[in-house]
Nanobody, 118 residues
């Protein structure tokens, strides 16, 4: 099992910044992808950013140039730096991890609320 614990959400004005953190623990040895998804009220959960164990990154078009995903391997932690926040970024942000072995499995954190006021 893998446990993911997020932190860093909150309320910020438009144009501001926040940094989300996700600490992974448990059977993390074969995780090959970690990332962030978000879900706004009444909408489906959507991908925000991902990073592979090899360091490759992918971003949603809506956050490119504003958000940056990074990781600290020593701390088993992945971060999401969010700059130039917009009201439409308001959502619950979920940390995600994928482990392909021994059985392909997806893991989710409990979510952290990000609210951007106009």
């Amino acid at each position: 099992q893998v446990q993911l614990v997020e932190s860093g959400g909150g309320l910020v004005q438009a144009g501001g910044s926040l940094r989300l953190s996700c600490a992974a623990s448990g059977s993390i040895f074969s995780i090959n992808v970690m990332g962030w998804y978000r879900q706004a009220p009444g909408k489906q959960r959507e991908l925000v950013a991902t990073m592979t164990s090899g360091g490759s990154t992918a971003y949603a078009d809506s956050v490119k140039g504003r958000f940056t995903i990074s990781r600290d391997n020593a701390k088993n932690t992945v971060y999401l730096q969010m700059n130039s926040l917009k009201p439409e970024d308001t959502a619950v942000y979920y940390c995600y991890a994928h482990r392909p072995t021994p059985t392909p499995s997806d893991y989710w954190g409990q979510g952290t609320q990000v609210t951007v006021s106009s």
